[in-house]
């Protein structure tokens, strides 16, 4: 598994590889504020970053948090389009991800195969919640889930 020092120095190296003004350990240093030896250093495991490091590195790097460095670009991603969503539209999706995991045991979603009955009731289910509804997703599902049974 990989270490938060080893994730650190990989995201570096491809955001460096991604931005031309951080294309080398110079142009870090002068971003960011951080002696290009300690770059090196972090860059080849011989450093572990300290938190103070990081939040220097961060803003270099366009990042407004430090925990931005350390997270994979499809965190990030889910991490904005979070922030942009209604408290309302966050329930429901929070109540969409908990019926996935709970219920991923029992379905067998695999790339390639047609999608299981099960998960386009789920799909189905999600699509009818009303946006400003109190209800779960869950609920919802079971509810409609009877329903079909009866």
Do not use: C
Request: charged share 25%.
């Amino acid at each position: 598994m990989e270490t938060l020092s080893q994730r650190l120095a990989r995201r570096m190296r491809e955001l460096m590889r991604m931005h031309p003004a951080l294309d080398t350990q110079i142009k870090v240093r002068d971003r960011s504020g951080v002696s290009q030896a300690s770059v090196q250093r972090i860059l080849s495991g011989k450093q572990s970053a300290t938190l103070d490091m990081v939040e220097q590195l961060s803003p270099a790097f366009g990042f407004n948090r430090a925990d931005g460095l350390l997270l994979e670009a499809d965190e990030l991603e889910l991490l904005k389009t979070w922030s942009e969503l209604t408290p309302t539209e966050k329930a429901t999706v929070l109540g969409y991800i908990r019926v996935v995991v709970q219920t991923r045991a029992q379905l067998s979603i695999d790339a390639g195969k047609p999608v299981p009955a099960e998960l386009q009731a789920i799909q189905r289910a999600a699509a009818e919640v009303p946006a400003k509804s109190q209800v779960t997703l869950a609920t919802h599902v079971n509810k409609t889930n009877r329903r079909r049974k009866s």
